[in-house]
């Protein structure tokens, strides 16, 4: 007995070495999440009146597709451009079968986020390749969804069928609003940021950028100083072990957080770091291409608007039709983000032409041209 109260008396050593990496690392992870709300939130300061004017300004559905590209990526969120289009649906300036394509694009756009993260990397060669090739393979996933789909949607309204009738179903089911945690703890501190610098996007837009840059370097320091084989191993192991495993967490935490931007961005390091496989990322990113389609269902269902309900349901509907074809044929998606990706090693301007092509360039001219 009087060992046991001898043990209870001993001093407890804490080890404030080993305590500081871990902390340090979810700062890091803090100012990276905090880094992305900010910069959409700056891009939303001066782009979300644009957006709104160019989705009302058309009524074909190929330039559809383009602008939701083009808005989403002024944005950054494809859930403000599907809300934007569920409000326009609802008021009746745009029809369901019109609003479609625009959701198909915006799912596209919406992928510039993680491009733009792994621009951080472009010092490191072999560490850029990797973690460029884990932010594209979500946009060579969206772009084989598109033209694979849109031609039948184009042809045959399927989408905009099967969302109605699921609509149907659900009408009577109600919904809630979801409260996205980081939200809470980021959006304040995002805000008070645009605050000082007196409402200025662009100055709002530049501080995002230097922090983003400033919390990878933080992290991916503070993972190559710990013991990497072992956090490769947890990702591996447990948390990476399975495409299913992967893929619901991907719904679940895009579900949780409310964008796919930041639940995928969070990768890319890991990636870039060696930590994570493009193929053990993959149907991660699938999944979180479902859940950020779960608020806009749940708010169209609060509207009880069986337009904007149709709309959310065509959203889920293209995505999980897409998984159900691209995730058996995963080699497909891999190849061609390696592919693209290998061009980083013959120069850097590669990645950034392809941004700004993707993106921006071709979705600009093919609006100009076919309108």
């Known amino acids: 007995m009087s060992k046991f109260f001898d043990f209870l008396s001993r001093p407890v050593k804490i080890n404030i070495k080993s305590l500081w990496k871990p902390i340090g690392l979810l700062i890091g992870l803090y100012l990276f999440i905090l880094s992305i709300t900010l910069l959409g939130d700056a891009f939303k300061l001066f782009g979300r009146d644009f957006a709104e004017t160019l989705l009302a300004?058309?009524?074909?559905p190929i330039v559809g597709?383009?602008?939701?590209?083009?808005?989403?990526?002024?944005?950054?969120?494809?859930?403000?451009?599907?809300?934007?289009?569920?409000?326009?649906?609802?008021?009746?300036?745009?029809?369901?079968?019109?609003?479609?394509?625009?959701?198909m694009g915006a799912n596209i756009g919406t992928t510039i986020t993680n491009s733009l993260v792994s621009l951080a990397h472009i010092k490191r060669s072999q560490e850029f390749g990797r973690a460029f090739s884990g932010a594209i393979v979500h946009d060579v996933f969206n772009v084989l969804?598109?033209?694979?789909?849109?031609?039948?949607?184009?042809?045959?309204?399927?989408?905009?069928?099967?969302?109605?009738?699921?609509?149907?179903?659900?009408?009577?089911?109600?919904?809630?609003?979801?409260?996205?945690?980081?939200?809470?703890?980021?959006?304040?501190?995002?805000?008070?940021?645009?605050?000082?610098?007196?409402?200025?996007?662009?100055?709002?837009a530049v501080a995002a950028i230097l922090l983003l840059f400033i919390a990878l370097k933080f992290m991916v320091d503070i993972m190559k100083s710990m013991v990497l084989s072992r956090v490769e191993g947890f990702f591996s192991?447990?948390?990476?072990?399975t495409t299913f495993r992967?893929?619901?967490?991907?719904?679940i935490l895009t579900a949780i957080v409310q964008s796919s931007s930041i639940t995928t961005s969070i990768v890319v390091p890991l990636i870039g770091a060696g930590v994570l496989t493009l193929r053990q990322v993959y149907p991660y990113t699938l999944g979180a291409n479902i859940g950020t389609t779960v608020t806009a269902i749940l708010a169209a269902l609060v509207t009880q608007n069986s337009a904007a309900a149709a709309v959310a349901f065509s959203h889920l509907l293209f995505n999980i039709?897409?998984?159900?074809?691209?995730?058996?044929l995963a080699n497909?998606?891999?190849?061609?983000a390696r592919k693209i990706a290998s061009m980083t090693a013959r120069s850097k301007l590669y990645p950034i032409v392809f941004i700004l092509l993707t993106f921006f360039i071709i979705p600009i001219i093919l609006i100009y041209l076919l309108r």
Do not use: C
């Open 246 to 251: 992967a893929l619901t967490l991907g719904i």
């Open 145 to 204: 969804a598109v033209i694979l789909l849109f031609p039948i949607q184009y042809f045959t309204n399927f989408l905009g069928r099967t969302a109605l009738y699921l609509e149907t179903v659900f009408e009577n089911a109600g919904g809630l609003q979801l409260a996205s945690p980081i939200n809470v703890i980021t959006k304040p501190v995002a805000k008070y940021i645009i605050h000082l610098s007196g409402d200025s996007s662009w100055l709002s």
């Open 237 to 241: 192991r447990t948390v990476f072990k």
């Open 65 to 103: 597709l383009f602008i939701g590209i083009l808005a989403t990526s002024i944005i950054q969120s494809s859930s403000t451009t599907t809300s934007i289009v569920v409000g326009m649906v609802a008021g009746g300036l745009i029809s369901i079968d019109g609003a479609i394509p625009i959701v």
């Open 321 to 328: 039709i897409g998984i159900s074809i691209f995730l058996p």
């Open 332 to 336: 497909i998606p891999l190849y061609l």
């Open 57 to 60: 300004t058309t009524s074909n």
